[in-house]
């Protein structure tokens, strides 16, 4: 089922109320099999637990008592947060990375002819940024953080604690994100 339509179960459902605050006390909706299928979507189109609640018309509580009660809701609520979750894996290793992208430029000439269209590659450099934050949470062993000074206006200084030889791979990382190195290790032809 798609989002429009899942959108218009939901009106019917709560009646012309919005999230949890139009649902009575007097009003319980009761689990339907469907359920486990909307609540995957709703989850991979990146819906926390309260917009999920609010769009069944139920407290958070009830929807952890659904996932206890009924296993192919759990599985669906497990499948969609897994695969939002993936996704943002994803795009932040890219941005990590650094990654190249086809793209097509439209350009006109005094408004007498049909739009050009150019087709292109675009490249975005690696995110030293995104590096950090990727390797903290995937390899905190090599990459934690710690406070070693307290300045007297109250910020600490940090200090990030790594391996001479992920040290060295990070070293190349901001080359490439600077420019003076390629990705494969080349310096490019207008350095």
Not at 3 to 22: N, S
Not at 26 to 41: I, L, M, N
Not at 84 to 106: C, H, I, N, T
Not at 157 to 176: I, N
């Amino acid at each position: 089922m798609g989002v429009k339509k899942m959108m218009k179960v939901k009106k019917k459902m709560m009646k012309g109320g919005g999230g949890t605050r139009g649902v009575s006390a007097r009003v319980r909706v009761r689990y339907r099999e469907e359920y486990a299928g909307w609540v995957e979507k709703l989850y991979k189109l990146g819906a926390g637990d309260e917009e999920v609640a609010g769009f069944f018309g139920v407290r958070v509580e009830v929807l952890e008592r659904w996932m206890r009660r009924h296993g192919e809701f759990a599985e669906g609520v497990r499948r969609g947060r897994m695969w939002a979750d993936a996704e943002v894996a994803e795009r932040l290793f890219q941005r990590a990375m650094g990654y190249s992208r086809e793209v097509v430029k439209v350009m006109s000439r005094g408004g007498k002819e049909e739009p050009v269209r150019v087709p292109y590659e675009e490249h975005y450099p690696p995110d030293v940024r995104a590096c950090i934050f990727w390797l903290r949470n995937r390899r905190p062993d090599l990459w934690r953080e710690r406070v070693l000074l307290e300045s007297g206006d109250g910020e600490g200084t940090m200090l990030l604690e790594v391996s001479e030889e992920v040290l060295e791979e990070m070293r190349g990382m901001v080359k490439v994100a600077e420019g003076v190195v390629g990705p494969g290790g080349e310096v490019p032809s207008d350095q």
